[in-house]
Structure formats: structure tokens, C-alpha cells
């Protein structure tokens, strides 16, 4: 038993014994740290008479009849009716033929990677055989297993599923915790969370104390934070040499983990699927008598709308994709098909599947296929949500006697979710638009047509330009044969690749980690706020390291922010953005937005900035919804105090029951409104929590007067990404660091700013800036960088360096001249 278990135990038996126990008092400790926190009641085990001898036998004691309790209801369920109807269907899953093999293999071996076809039983079953042999050997009160989810909705599912398959309430024996939200009770043994969650605990209790088993699921799709935690644990094992790691994964290349973990033992679980048609784009058109004409083509889809830019770069899109068709048909690969004629392909936008292509296949499956519902992957929240509204509007797809519409996102809230595998009322169709997280992660059962467009969108990361980069990109063969795979579950099925053969063979086997293809900001900040040592020297321990170009991006971008001084040591400031859920610069607005006392409006800034966009952006009203954002941001160029703005008029209407009318009106997304509002009460206790925020703090809600302080804070957080703004006769051009001059168009309106704070600098063939801000020279000269570094004066250099790179001549002459005013006061002082 844990020491500081023992200890904690026995200052509260000291305690009890030392006031006259009243009779059947209860005695309840807990100890989050230990894996045995619950209550207990001592004098129910001992009688009134016993002495209680406060030491770890009496621990013990507890826990073994805790584990004979857990082991009676375990028992009781199983041979209860329904709990052997339950023991009958998980004995069919592929994995329970291999169940001693895997559990031998755990007992005797401190890692074991686990491959097998999605749907076989890997995340349900396998973490409920360690448990049950556990509590079957008396032990379930000792042993404590986590994990580990990439997305929240599958963390969700997955312990509701593994519960039931349990015959009990979630937050029993089986739990779950995701950012915000979480189920999990006293007796909780088994706990499903996400990735980042764990992380988050490891920064309170770097050796996971009490915890027996680590089980990391869906390392295939090697996520960052999934690479990350893999380097921490394996230093943490050598440390832990009782503690065990199961690696999960849907595909075959177990190898390179098994290498990783020093040759750890592979466990394949070999599982049947029905077998799945492929249909590729030429005999779709061709089954579904459907032609390509610019007429029934949409154009838009898949591209970003936050900046107008924006429509000055799909002009020139469109042309470059119209070059890439011609070049199509002029290569071999085209010519085997003989339907495939030169003027449907001319129409067919590789980048772009018009809706009305999806709704033709769909209109296809609901009237002329058999019955099963329909899995249609999307590329994104936004595809999905305006396909949505376009399919509600079709006379047979939106008829919800016949077809059950459903959307899939890892951040709906559970009873939505809960829909997506039900089973939809007789003659009903059930189609679930999902985007790749329905790849692996969750199963529904019911799907018997794939219908897949045959992108993901993919963030990667431009090293060399320092550019995040977000756009929908090919998937890989793997991840088109794991969507296939999707329609087999339950019966053979078909699947519609929406794009032709040659596409399909051109796509790379497997997609890049993500730890080469993100910025690395926060990651290199929570290395340093877990002590893991040198960054360079961590990251190179990866499963494939990132560039090192990338390593020093981060780690300049954090000394210039001021969460890391000059020798790369963490600084107070980063210490407290490491605590906060959100990226550095965002958690830096916060900070300050505390310091400067207009936190409402900056909460509210950051919380929309690090869920989504609210502003809908409907295909068809799209002008309606420019015009509705223009009326919260119109007057003074800044898409941030438009959040802000659309938060409180949500808050207020809420207040009289008018939210969902007042999104409606103003073209906001009610669920995104309400994380925001999530969101800012989580800001909230952080900050309080921390002391930076005072306990009592209540809000008003004028803050219109604070304007000025809030677009200085909105600088300092986003700073270095700025942009000169010089308005031209005709047009206005912007001026970054990295990419120099791009030009907007004729007909916006002027800038009244010389200069744009922007959050978000995208690449989509040209660069867009996403939500940007007007600030005026003095706020940049003030509140652009990090005044601690190098002092006032170095900053003063830095930021010279920036308006020198500009050089606006009255800008330089501005900057000389505070900097000289300021070297003067240092210098008295
Ligand atoms: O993790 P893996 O993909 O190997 O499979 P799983 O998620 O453990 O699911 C195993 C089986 O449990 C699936 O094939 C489904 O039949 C069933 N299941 C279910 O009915 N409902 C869920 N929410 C999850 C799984
Ligand atoms: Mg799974």
C-alpha cells in the first residue's frame, strides 16, 4: 500500500477515535491519490466493542471486503437472466476467444499492444477482463484502470456501453471524464477519459499513484497528445514497474509500438467483417443515373468563410482545379473508363463534391436499397451542419416519417448522442452524417451503406512559414478502407467512394502523426510545467520526432510570449497558462483580461476562440448572416468584440427564455453559445482557484466603456500575429511578417486601424487571417510583446525589429520616439 495512503488513514482513525464515536458513526476518509478513496463504514466491520488499530491492516481490512462486495455483485449480475443474455453476447465478439491470452499476457508483461478490426471488442471488452479477473481474484477494490480516448464522445459512449454490459449506472464500477463533463463516483475501478484528461492528471500526480492500468486506445491515429503521453509513460513504467500499459490499435502496424516499448509482446485479435462493395465514383453515376453538369454543381463546399478575402481565393481555386481536370484527362488513368466521358469529368470538382451528389446517392439508398441505416462521412462541422439544413429542406430526405437525419461531433451533448445508435422506428432510414472520428473510435451497429467524400480536414503545420495550415486534404488508403469497413458490421454492405478509382490509388497508405503537422506551443509548455526536462532533448525521444525546426518555432514563440525566459525555464506567467485548457496566447488573454479587470468580454472572447465560430454561416443566407455578424462587428473591425457582444445578447435573451429566438435571429449556433457558457464557468473557477481572480467576483455587464483595454488585451494575447493594414485607393493591403503583401479586393470598406491583430493566420492556398482586431499604433507599441523580456528596453529592440520590417516611416518615428521617453525614464529611475 501507498505510504502516503497509510498515513493519510491513520490521521483520520486518530481523529475518530479521538472524539467518543457515537454509536453506528460512520467513518468516511478519502484519498483521491490512492485508488481506494471511498467511504467505509469501521465501526460496521468491527463492531462498537473493537479497538480500531489505526495501521495498514485495518486498510486492508476495508479494501478486502470492499473487493468481496464488488465480487458478490459481480457474481449476482452474471447469473441474473439479463446479465447472462449480456455474458452470451459479448462471448460472440471476436476478442473473447483470445481473453486469457490477453489477460496472461498482461500479468506477465509490463506492456502488450493490441491490434484488431474495429467493432472486435478491443475498448469495451478488454479493460472489462482486467477488471472482472480482478474483482474475481478478490482484488477490485485495489486495482484502478484508465483509458484513454482520443475524443470525448467515444469516452462517453464507450463507458455508458461498458456499463450496461455491467448491469449497472455509469459513474458505479465504470466512469467516464471528459473536459467538462464527467461521470464517476466513490467506487469507480474503471474510468474511460480522454487523452488530454490524463495529461491534465499527470500534471498533479506525476507517478499516477494508485493507478494499476494504463490503457492507451487507438494509438493508430497517432494524435499528438497520444505520441506525447506515450513518451511520458514509458519513462513513468520505469518508475512504476507494477504499473501495466495496454496499447490498442484498429490496424496492423503494431510493430513500430512494439519496437518503441522495447519488442513488448503483440496480441492480434483476428475478427470477420460481412464483406463491403466498393463503388467508386464512375459506376455511381452510372447506377444512380446521375450526370455531372455545372448546373448541379456547388461549388463552395469544403471551403472557409471568415474573412472576405476568402472569395478572391476561390475565384482563383476554381481555376487552378479546372487546370488539374484537364491535366486528369489527359493522363492514362482516365482512360479505361468509356461512361466517363470528358464533360461529366470536366464538372467534377476533385475538390469540391457538390451536396447535390450526396443527396442524389442518398435519394438513391432510401428508395431503391435495402434497409440499414446510412454512415456518410463529412469533412467538417461546418459541411456537416450545412448539408444538414439543405437535406431537411428535400422532400424525401427531410420527411421525418421516412428518414431520421442525425449529425456526429465530439462535442454534442450525450442525449444526442445517444440517438446515433439507437435503432430508428420501422420504415424509418436512419443517416448519420459524421466526420472521421466514426472511422474507429465509435460503432454503429445498424450501418449497411458507407457513403464517403473521401476528405478529412487536417491541420498540418507549415515549419518553414510558421503557419498553421487547415484544409480539407485526401485521406489515406487505411482510413478509406477503415470507412468501408464501417458498412460490414452486421451484414454485408455496400460502400460509396465518392471519387473515381484513380483518386483511390493515388492517396498515401497511411496519414502522417500528428506531432509533425501541429505547432507545438502547448506541448512544449507542458513539458516544461512536467518537469520532463530539455524539450529538444524530450521530443527527440518520440515515437517519430518532430523537425527540429518546428521544437524551435514553439519554444521562440513561448520566450517571446513570456512563458519561457531565456533558458528556456518555465516563468510564473507560464506556469499559469499551463493550468489553463486553452492555447498559450489565448490563456494569456485571460490572465490579463483578470489583471486589467475586464475579464467578462475577454472570457467570453477566449472560450468562442477555443470552441468554434458561433456565426453560422448558412449556404444559401449567407449575405443574411454577414449582414446579422456586421451588426455585432460592423463599426469597428473587430470579429472579437463581435463574440463578446453575441455572448451577452445570448446571456441576456437567455434571461428571459428568448435564447434559442435570439441565435436564430442573428444566425448563432445555440450549442456553441452554450460550451462558450460552459466554458467561461470553467475559466472561472481555474482563475479563482489560482488566486488571480478574487473568490466574490460578480459581473456587470456594461463593459462597452472598457473597448480601448479589451483591444490592447486582445493585442498582447495574439502578439506576434499582426498584420499592417495600408488602405489603397481601390483596395486595401495587408502586410504579414511571414507571407508580405496581400491585397483585398475593391469594395470593402477602409480600415480605420493601422494594424490587425489576428488569431489565426490560415493557409488555404493564399492566406486568410481569421478573426483579427483593429488596434492603433500605441496599443502595439505597448501592449504588443513581452515587456519582461530583456526589460523595457529589449522590448522596445524587439519591437522595433517588427516596425522597422513594416517601415511605416511615421510608425518608426512614433516608436523612436517613446522608446527614447521611456529609455530616459528607465534611466532616472
Ligand atoms: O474497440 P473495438 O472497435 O474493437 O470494438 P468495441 O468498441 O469494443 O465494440 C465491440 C462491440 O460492442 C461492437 O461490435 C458492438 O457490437 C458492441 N457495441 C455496442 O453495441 N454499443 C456500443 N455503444 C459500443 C459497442
Ligand atoms: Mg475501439
Known sequence: LPYRLQMEVDTHLQAHLSRKPKSRDKLLYSSKSSGVDGGIAVDDLYGEQERITPNSVVVEKIQHRRSLQLRNKQQDWQESPEGQKMLEFRRNLPAYKEKDALLKAISENQVVVVSGETGCGKTTQLPQYILESEIEAAQGAACSIICTQPRRISAMAVSERVASERGEQLGDSVGYKVRL?????????????????????????????????????????????EDFLLIVLKDLLRRRPEMRLILMSATLNAELFSNYFGGAPMIHIPGFTYPVRAHFLENILEMTGYRLTPHNQIDDYGQDKSWKMQRQAVKKRKSQIATAVEDALESADFRGYSRWTRESLSCWNPDSIGFNLIEHVLCHIVQKERPGAVLLFMTGWDDINSLKDQLQAHPLLGDPSRVLLLACHGSMASSEQRLIFDKPPDGVRKIVLATNMAETSITINDVVFVVDCGKAKETSYDAINNTPCLLPSWISKAAARQRRGRAGRVQSGECYHLYPRCVYDAFADYQLPELLRTPLQSLCLQIKSLQLGSITEFLSRALQPP????????????????????????????????????????????????????????????????????????????????????????????DHLALARAYDGWRDAERQQAGYEYCWRNFLSVQTMKAIGSLRRQF????????????????????????HLIRAIICAGLFPGICSVVNKERSISLKTMEDGQNSVNAGVPKIPYPWLVFNEKVKVNSVFLR?????????????????????????????????????EPSLAETYLSLKRELGELIQNK
Open 181 to 225: 463533463e464527467g461521470m464517476k463516483g466513490r467506487d469507480t475501478r474503471l474510468l474511460f477519459c480522454t487523452t488530454g484528461i490524463l495529461l491534465r492528471r499527470l500534471l498533479v500526480d506525476r507517478n499516477l499513484t494508485g493507478v494499476t492500468h494504463v490503457i492507451v486506445d487507438e494509438i493508430h491515429e497517432r494524435g499528438m497528445n
Open 547 to 638: 523537425e527540429s525546426l518546428s521544437v524551435q518555432n514553439a519554444v521562440e514563440y513561448l520566450k517571446v510570449i513570456g512563458a519561457l525566459d531565456e533558458n528556456e525555464n518555465l516563468t510564473v506567467l507560464g506556469r499559469q497558462l499551463s493550468m489553463l485548457p486553452v492555447e498559450p496566447k489565448l490563456g494569456k488573454m485571460l490572465i490579463l483580461g483578470a489583471i486589467f479587470n475586464c475579464l467578462d468580454p475577454v472570457m467570453s472572447i477566449v472560450a468562442g476562440l477555443s470552441v468554434r465560430d458561433p456565426f453560422l454561416m448558412p449556404f444559401d443566407k449567407k449575405d443574411l448572416a454577414e449582414s446579422a455578424k456586421a451588426q455585432f462587428s460592423g463599426r469597428d473591425y473587430s
Open 684 to 707: 472561472l473557477s481555474l482563475l479563482k482557484d489560482s488566486g488571480i481572480v478574487d473568490q466574490n467576483t460578480e459581473f456587470s455587464n456594461s463593459w462597452s466603456h472598457d473597448e
Open 771 to 807: 478573426d483579427s482586431t483593429g488596434i492603433s499604433d500605441s496599443v502595439l507599441l505597448l501592449f504588443g510583446g513581452n515587456i519582461s523580456r530583456g526589460g523595457l528596453d529589449g522590448h522596445l529592440k524587439m519591437l522595433g525589429g517588427y516596425l522597422e520590417f513594416f517601415m
